[in-house]
């Protein structure tokens, strides 16, 4: 009986190991079966199922999944410190990227009748785009009339005769630009002022006396002011009478626009340094929001202000005005109150 008993324990021992054996994959795809048994720094001894030991297998012959199923198993605290430095240098598990489809692009159908440059009337697109040109045309035709100087009517005319007037607006814009006419130069006065003031101008030297000259002209007609007395004498003897000295010509904001091209037109006389013998007695009187400034010479003008030679305690000085401050504009003599 006794011996029955030992036989069955020894059966029912081999029947538990066969039980708790594990699978242990090697990295040239060999398997073991067993239970480990031993752990060293030289590798691993497995329990087989038959009883038997195998021989140590090293921990480099392992697969990374044996290595983790090695750790799950430890048994004690030495094989799991033994197996912690390799488990942690595993490598870890690349994700398996997804593959890409490439689906088949589908490429627009390609006409192969009707190509060439009369395919474009064959579409409403087409004749969009030449609606477009054709506009295009004519609106260059007309900027290029305008700035060659040319008529605007015969370029603009030209350019709308279909498919040859693309070669109107290139060959007026090839051509010389016609001189401009003269009133465009210098544009009519308004009426009342600055004719006025121009034939008093040119009457002007006519007028005033010689400046050599001391006598007083008795065949001269006295001059009769309301309030004043005909036999009043001027005040001072080398100036003429108030009534003799020209008008002024006025230029005043909002008639006129004030910027570089109207002061090097109008007022050409002022820029030199030697007066001529008519515009020697002439000043210029600038009305400003600062003042007034009374000079005999630009000295310099920009395209933004300009630089007014003005008298101060007789002594000559540069004054700038901006031409943005600018309100009037006077041509008088320099005898004018």
């Given at each position: 009986?006794?011996r029955?008993?030992?036989?069955?324990?020894?059966?029912?021992m081999?029947?538990?190991?066969?039980?708790?054996?594990g699978?242990?994959?090697?990295?040239?795809g060999?398997?073991?079966?067993?239970?480990?048994?031993?752990?060293n720094?030289?590798g691993?001894?497995?329990?087989?199922?038959?009883?038997?030991?195998?021989?140590?297998t090293?921990?480099?012959k392992?697969?990374?999944?044996?290595?983790?199923?090695?750790m799950?198993?430890?048994?004690?605290?030495?094989?799991?410190?033994?197996?912690?430095?390799?488990?942690?240098n595993?490598?870890e598990?690349?994700?398996?990227?997804?593959?890409i489809v490439?689906?088949?692009?589908?490429?627009?159908?390609?006409?192969?009748?009707?190509l060439?440059?009369?395919?474009?009337?064959?579409s409403?697109?087409?004749?969009?785009?030449?609606?477009?040109l054709?506009?295009?045309n004519?609106?260059a035709?007309?900027?290029?009339?305008?700035y060659r100087?040319?008529?605007?009517?015969?370029?603009?005319?030209?350019?709308?005769?279909?498919f040859?007037?693309?070669?109107?607006?290139?060959?007026?814009?090839?051509?010389?630009?016609?001189?401009?006419?003269?009133?465009?130069?210098?544009?009519?006065?308004?009426?009342?002022?600055?004719?006025?003031?121009a034939?008093?101008?040119?009457s002007?030297?006519a007028?005033?006396?010689?400046?050599?000259?001391?006598?007083?002209?008795?065949?001269?007609?006295?001059?009769?002011?309301?309030?004043?007395?005909?036999?009043?004498?001027?005040?001072?003897?080398?100036?003429?009478?108030?009534?003799?000295?020209?008008?002024?010509?006025?230029?005043a904001?909002?008639?006129?626009?004030?910027n570089?091209?109207?002061?090097?037109t109008?007022f050409?006389g002022f820029f030199?340094?030697?007066?001529?013998?008519?515009?020697?007695?002439?000043?210029?009187?600038?009305?400003?929001?600062?003042?007034?400034?009374v000079?005999?010479?630009i000295?310099?003008?920009?395209?933004?202000e300009?630089?007014?030679?003005v008298?101060?305690n007789?002594?000559?000085?540069?004054?700038?005005?901006?031409?943005?401050?600018v309100?009037?504009?006077?041509?008088?003599?320099k005898?004018?109150?």
């Amino acid at each position: 009986m006794t011996r029955c008993g030992f036989i069955l324990i020894c059966i029912l021992m081999i029947a538990a190991g066969a039980v708790t054996a594990g699978t242990f994959t090697l990295v040239d795809g060999s398997k073991i079966v067993g239970t480990p048994n031993s752990m060293n720094d030289d590798g691993v001894v497995f329990t087989e199922s038959d009883g038997s030991y195998s021989a140590r297998t090293p921990f480099s012959k392992f697969t990374s999944a044996a290595i983790k199923e090695l750790m799950a198993e430890a048994k004690s605290a030495h094989d799991r410190a033994l197996l912690q430095p390799l488990v942690d240098n595993l490598p870890e598990e690349t994700t398996k990227m997804q593959s890409i489809v490439v689906k088949p692009v589908e490429t627009p159908y390609r006409p192969t009748q009707g190509l060439g440059i009369f395919a474009i009337f064959e579409s409403s697109v087409g004749w969009a785009i030449l609606l477009i040109l054709y506009g295009a045309n004519i609106i260059a035709a007309y900027e290029i009339a305008l700035y060659r100087r040319q008529p605007v009517k015969m370029v603009c005319g030209l350019a709308a005769i279909p498919f040859f007037g693309v070669l109107s607006p290139i060959a007026f814009i090839a051509m010389p630009p016609k001189a401009p006419p003269a009133e465009e130069l210098a544009p009519p006065p308004p009426a009342g002022s600055e004719a006025t003031a121009a034939e008093a101008l040119s009457s002007a030297p006519a007028a005033a006396p010689p400046a050599t000259s001391h006598s007083h002209a008795p065949s001269r007609a006295p001059i009769h002011m309301p309030g004043v007395a005909a036999s009043a004498a001027p005040e001072a003897p080398d100036a003429p009478p108030a009534s003799a000295l020209p008008a002024p010509i006025v230029f005043a904001r909002g008639e006129f626009s004030f910027n570089r091209r109207f002061f090097e037109t109008k007022f050409p006389g002022f820029f030199r340094a030697i007066r001529t013998e008519a515009e020697k007695d002439l000043v210029l009187v600038f009305k400003t929001n600062r003042g007034d400034f009374v000079g005999r010479r630009i000295t310099n003008i920009t395209p933004n202000e300009l630089y007014l030679q003005v008298f101060n305690n007789d002594v000559t000085a540069d004054e700038m005005i901006p031409f943005i401050e600018v309100m009037e504009v006077q041509i008088r003599h320099k005898d004018a109150a």
